[in-house]
T-cell receptor, first 113, second 110 residues
Framework: ETGVTQSPTHLIKTRGQQVTLRCSSQSGHNTVSWYQQALGQGPQFIFQ???????GRGNFPPRFSGLQFPNYSSELNVNALELDDSALYLC????????????FGQGTRLTVV | AQRVTQPEKLLSVFKGAPVELKCNYS??????LFWYVQYSRQRLQLLLR??SRESIKGFTADLNKGETSFHLKKPFAQEEDSAMYYC????????????FGTGTSLTVIP
């Protein structure tokens, strides 16, 4: 067991609503990255948080935002949900300073209807 | 910009046969390359990274900068190798910010 946990596991939202996904990083890890995985695709990098600051962002609009807390857990917030936001959302934690392996959570399946 | 291409979505081989999963990348600098694997009902996990030059579960991958490739190879496939395999690139010093390919689903036929 890697220790990275995500909640909830499944979620259904209506177009236009807002959603918050949560990720608890592995003990000792100070870096959390978020990915969106659409059906049949590889994970796409959304952004990374390192020591509570955003530290790199992929090609996602500003309505995708995040937070990292002092205990290094993290949230992904998506505003004004669109149907195309339906996907599996993955988080991965690592210790950037130590260049450790990244461990992934099991994902949150978001369905927008 | 960086891009990872895995040309085969599906690959089937017989048990005991050699297997090669192809990965090509485009990036102007010197990237870090990885292979991640996802077994049925399990989470994504690291299989190997090019900087460690390890052989994990009999798999190896060599970074070919001339051909911008990082193909994954195993001389004798086993049934337990059936899984989804993702090649990923990370730019240097970005702390595991991965750019993934679309993945190859490997089936090893008994």
């Amino acid at each position: 067991e890697t220790g990275v946990t995500q909640s909830p596991t499944h979620l259904i939202k209506t177009r236009g609503q807002q959603v918050t996904l949560r990720c608890s990083s592995q003990s000792g890890h100070n870096t959390v990255s978020w990915y969106q995985q659409a059906l049949g695709q590889g994970p796409q990098f959304i952004f990374q948080y390192y020591r509570e600051e955003e530290n790199g962002r992929g090609n996602f609009p500003p309505r995708f935002s995040g937070l990292q807390f002092p205990n290094y857990s993290s949230e992904l917030n998506v505003n004004a949900l669109e149907l195309d936001d339906s996907a599996l959302y993955l988080c991965a934690s690592s210790a950037r300073d130590l260049n450790t392996e990244a461990f992934f959570g099991q994902g949150t399946r978001l369905t927008v209807v | 910009a960086q891009r990872v291409t895995q040309p085969e979505k599906l690959l089937s081989v017989f048990k005991g046969a050699p297997v090669e999963l192809k990965c090509n990348y485009s990036y102007s600098g010197s990237p870090e390359l990885f292979w991640y694997v996802q077994y049925s009902r399990q989470r994504l996990q690291l299989l190997l990274r090019h900087i460690s030059r390890e052989s994990i579960k009999g798999f190896t991958a060599d970074l070919n900068k001339g051909e911008t490739s990082f193909h994954l190879k195993k001389p004798f496939a086993q049934e337990e190798d059936s899984a989804m395999y993702y090649c990923a690139l990370s730019r240097p010093n970005t702390g595991n910010q991965f750019y993934f390919g679309t993945g190859t689903s490997l089936t090893v036929i008994p």
